[in-house]
């Protein structure tokens, strides 16, 4: 893992399920499946009464607060305890085996091997032949040249072009209008001088004495130098709760996703006593 903590969780047809991952150099499994019930509790407890102060959602007991964030971090501050968890977040975001076998190994070797990025090239491509009527495409390609949205725009036109080629059609995508480096022309031209500066003092402004890391009661004391060896627990909402928190977003005019991140941020909170919490979420949008 790359953080102390990384909650990963995705709608699964009724229910929210996914991992809470966690640096093993600091923590214990045990104090991780403590924190996933922090959280589920947390929610069932939004859910039981949205409008409850952050500070009644009993999460510690009095001796563990103690200990954990006056006695092991000494963390313990003030945080906004008498406000409910929406109003902080709305406040805040207005098939054989064998060739199976060799196909993972193939898949891995590709995945293993490096670019360079002073020559090029930053897309690979391999075509493996499974059998007389199936073949696997590898197509690995370096993030600086291609994202999120790049994937699905390249899938669903190669998906297009090869429908085309195997019923002996001619090309069925239209002539661009403009290349990508068009784009990132007018891209560097529009982005600099007194607009650049503007939009990176508004960052510097908005994260201006942000916290470095956050100060969760680990187990253990935190190395000189991140390893990045971590692990998992599973994280499971079932259908019940999950409907209530879709509802309850939908009376607060958010998304699922918000509601169980700002579950999340006041579960980190409370553990760490601090009000102030820097959390990355690795989408677009």
């Known amino acids: 893992v ?5 909650l990963n969780l995705s709608e699964r047809g009724e229910v929210i399920a996914g991992t809470l991952g966690y640096a093993t150099a600091l923590f ?34 009095s001796a563990e607060r103690t200990y954990l964030l006056e006695e092991l ?3 313990a501050a003030a945080y906004p305890s008498e406000v409910c968890i929406h109003a902080l977040f709305e406040a805040q975001v207005r098939q054989a085996p064998d060739a199976e076998a060799a196909l993972s190994d193939l898949c891995n070797e ?15 491509g391999r075509l493996i032949r499974m059998s007389d009527e199936e ?22 036109e190669l998906s297009a072009l090869y429908r085309a080629f ?5 090309d069925p995508l239209p002539p661009l209008v403009i290349q990508y480096s068009d784009y ?22 908005t994260l201006a004495g942000a916290p470095a890391r956050l100060a969760l009661p680990t187990d253990r004391p935190r190395p000189e130098q991140q390893s990045f060896a971590g692990g ?11 409907r209530e928190l879709k509802r309850l977003s939908r009376r607060h005019g958010t998304t699922l996703f918000m509601t169980v991140l700002a579950a999340w941020a006041a579960v980190l909170s409370r553990l760490a006593g601090q009000d102030d919490l820097v959390i990355g979420v690795p989408t677009a949008n």
């Open 2 to 6: 790359k953080f102390d903590l990384e």
């Open 28 to 61: 214990d499994e045990a104090t991780i499946e403590r924190q996933r019930g922090y959280l589920l509790a947390l929610l069932r407890a939004m859910v039981a009464d949205a409008e409850q102060p952050v500070g009644r959602i009993g999460l510690l007991s």
């Open 73 to 75: 971090n000494r963390t």
């Open 110 to 124: 590709e995945a293993r091997t490096p670019f360079d990025l002073g020559r090029g090239p930053l897309i690979r």
């Open 135 to 156: 073949h696997v495409f590898l197509l690995t390609q370096h993030h600086i040249v291609s994202d999120g949205w790049s994937m699905g725009v390249l899938v669903r």
């Open 166 to 170: 195997v019923a002996g059609q001619d």
């Open 184 to 205: 990132a022309a007018w891209q560097r031209q529009w982005l600099s001088g007194e607009r650049l500066q503007s939009q990176a003092q508004y960052w510097r402004n």
């Open 232 to 242: 998992t627990v599973p994280v499971v909402i079932d259908a019940d709760l999950t």
